[in-house]
């Protein structure tokens, strides 16, 4: 889960090209879960949450350090399923929009090259593409 997520924070920080996998999303998406959960822990144990509210500077300050990254990995996820990232926009219909985005979010990815870019999961996508433009 580590190694995801040094990967899409560091790594891809603002990358809205190629695709990302299924376990790429999700490892990212739960490790952001975690860690927002800590933070809002040390907030409240060191009294600095907003009035009204559970969060505090810290967990702020780290939900805005991870929002690009996060929309990013997003984009990539979409790609990855044949989607443009502007699909995104579809979550802003109530209640059907979010079902629609979640279950394309857990779909498995194209399982070839598509317009985003090759399979993540083969790495071996470009030997098997050598000789098809031969052959059209």
């Known amino acids: ?6 990967k899409v924070v560091f790594e891809n920080y603002a990358n809205f090209k190629g695709r990302a996998r299924r376990s ?4 990212f998406t739960l490790a952001n879960v975690i860690i927002g959960i800590i933070l809002a ?3 409240n144990t060191l009294g600095l949450t907003f009035e009204g509210s559970t969060s505090g500077p810290i967990g702020s300050l780290y939900s805005l350090l991870v929002l690009l990254p996060g929309i990013a990995v997003l984009v990539r996820r979409l790609h990855d399923v044949g989607k443009s990232g502007w699909f995104f926009f579809i979550a802003l219909i109530p209640l059907a929009g979010i079902i629609w985005l979640l279950v394309v979010l857990c779909r498995e990815g194209d399982d070839h090259t598509n317009d985003y870019g090759p399979d993540p999961k083969n790495a071996f996508d470009e030997i098997n593409e050598i000789g098809e433009a031969e052959a059209n």
């Open 24 to 27: 790429e999303y999700w490892y």
């Open 41 to 43: 822990v040390v907030d």
């Open 1 to 6: 889960m580590v190694e995801w997520y040094k």
